[in-house]
């Protein structure tokens, strides 16, 4: 494994360099939550379609048996996260930006945590073929740990079909308060590189990039001495400027590449995957012990929590437990987020199970709390251009959406908005830029649907007009052969037909 200096990088536009707040949690060891009495398991963890489950009431299960089975191509499963007996299945609220509600596998726990007894580890993995290895990953229902919660099967299949030519791992996390991937890469570095070179060989590739933030010295270190154990010439460890949003997919691979993701594209356009740190180890936790995706490390922080850490919490596990292992509330505690303060997601109520999205937790105190100012109007002066990663103006942006100029904002590249915030930090106005680009994509979403409603609608009335035609064409055809040799009775047995009236009775 080799490293390449900060230097080499190529510049990313706008970001800003923003107070990281990890210190409370980031040292210290990475503690497991304890296996709570009930576990609520949502059949939708992931980006694309929900899992159906394949238990019922009743059933006992074992920890990571799957409970639900992946839909479609772009889904994935989901496993019990210990064993017990699934008491219900039934529609509850989860955590996530829109608040919705999903089925949910509820399995009260026995204490036993019994393993399912056909999980067997992957034989030789880095010989074996990527068909195989792409096959247990989809098994394990493993999917993106930064956030999005992307199915990895998914996203492996679709690089494949790309021809990307670079596998990059994203151990940035540049958000404010989140730490999870710290405290993963410094207790398990050869993990990661395991589960590294086991994407290598599924995707057959001979490159890919570890990015590190420059101010995670311990990660970096851990990884240098692993890579005694696990040296690998196709590995090259990058130290990633501490400048946020350089985290974000797009933004790294710019920063790593020079090659800019296309509007409304994937990096896979541009020839390169990228993968969380947590989902290279969930791939090696797969291959060495056969255990699927049934935990991940969640950061417990914020001056709400009396005991900030890394923890690592089965899936299904209700917030309030995770909060009470951490020492419970404190009388900071005005708001709970989930994900960082940026581009998290206010959570109502702690009841609320962990996801395989949920990489953070956040009880709110002073420090996180942003202006109170209430908004004034817009002095253009800038700022939020001149800040944005992705190069859009804001301000032309809000006034399209406040105006209701859809189509302005398609042109303007509402779509590439990566909604990170940075506008809204920056702007003196104190307007809410992000919320309203979250909006306007909404709106802009219903806009499309009702859009191919109408067309859908469209296309039945002429179908069935068509057909009508096609009968009356065919009926009028019919008459016509008649009149030409046809008996009378026939013809008069037709003209009835047509006229509604009963066989055999005069006009």
């Excluded at 107070?19 to 009495?37: L, M, N, Y």
Aim: glycine share 10%; hydrophobic share 40%; proline share 7%.
């Amino acid at each position: 494994m080799t490293s390449a200096p900060t230097e080499n990088l190529h510049r990313l536009p706008g970001g800003l360099r923003l107070p990281g707040f990890k210190a409370q949690s980031a040292t210290g060891e990475i503690r497991d939550v304890p296996i709570p009495k009930t576990l609520v398991l949502p059949v939708r963890q992931h980006a694309g379609s929900a899992a159906q489950p394949i238990v019922s009431v009743g059933d006992r299960v074992m920890r990571g048996q799957p409970i639900a089975r992946a839909e479609g191509d772009f889904s994935t499963g989901v496993h019990a996260s210990s064993s017990g007996t699934v008491v219900a299945i039934e529609s509850r609220p989860i955590p996530g930006r829109e608040a919705v509600e999903a089925a949910c596998i509820i399995i009260e726990t026995d204490g036993r945590d019994e393993l399912w007894d056909a999980l067997a580890p992957i034989a030789n993995p880095l010989a074996a073929t990527p068909d195989a290895l792409l096959e247990a990953i989809g098994k394990a229902g493993i999917v993106g740990l930064g956030g999005a919660a992307f199915p990895t099967l998914a996203k492996l299949r679709h690089a494949v079909d790309a021809g990307v030519d670079t596998l990059i791992l994203n151990g940035v996390e540049c958000e404010p308060y989140i730490s999870c991937d710290d405290a993963l890469m410094r207790n398990q570095p050869v993990e990661i590189l395991f589960g590294t070179r086991i994407m290598l060989t599924a995707l057959g590739l001979r490159q890919c990039a570890i990015g590190i933030e420059s101010d995670k010295p311990e990660a970096w270190a851990a990884f240098t001495e692993a890579a005694s154990i696990e040296g690998d010439d196709r590995v090259q460890l990058v130290a990633i400027p501490t400048v946020y949003p350089s985290g974000g997919e797009d933004q790294l691979v710019y920063l790593l590449t020079g090659r800019e993701v296309p509007s409304g594209g994937f990096p896979s356009d541009v020839g390169a995957l990228v993968h969380n740190v947590g989902t290279a180890a969930a791939v090696a936790d797969l291959a060495l012990t056969g255990t699927p995706l049934i935990s991940r490390i969640v950061t417990v922080t914020g001056e709400g929590i009396t005991k900030p850490g890394n923890y690592r919490v089965r899936l299904g596990t209700p917030i309030a437990d995770v909060a009470a292992f951490a020492g419970g509330y404190t009388e900071h505690a005005k708001r709970l987020i989930m994900g960082g303060p940026m581009t998290g997601v206010a959570l109502t109520d702690d009841a609320l199970p962990v996801t395989k999205a949920c990489n953070c937790l956040i009880a709110t105190g002073p420090a996180v709390r942003t202006s109170f100012e209430p908004e004034r109007p817009c002095i253009r002066c800038g700022e939020c251009a001149r800040i944005c990663p992705v190069r859009l103006q804001p301000q032309q942006l809000l006034r399209a959406h406040r105006y209701g100029a859809g189509d302005t904002l398609d042109g303007l590249g509402l779509i590439d908005c990566i909604e990170c915030g940075c506008c809204d930090l920056v702007c003196p106005s104190h307007i809410p830029l992000t919320q309203s680009f979250r909006d306007a994509k909404l709106a802009r979403r219903i806009d499309v649907y009702e859009r191919e409603r109408a067309e859908r609608a469209r296309e039945r009335f002429e179908r069935r007009q068509e057909r009508e035609q096609t009968r009356a064409d065919a009926q009028a055809a019919e008459t016509k052969r008649l009149k030409q040799g046809a008996n009378p009775d026939a013809i008069a047995e037709i003209l009835a037909r047509k006229r509604g009236a009963p066989d055999g009775d005069d006009d």
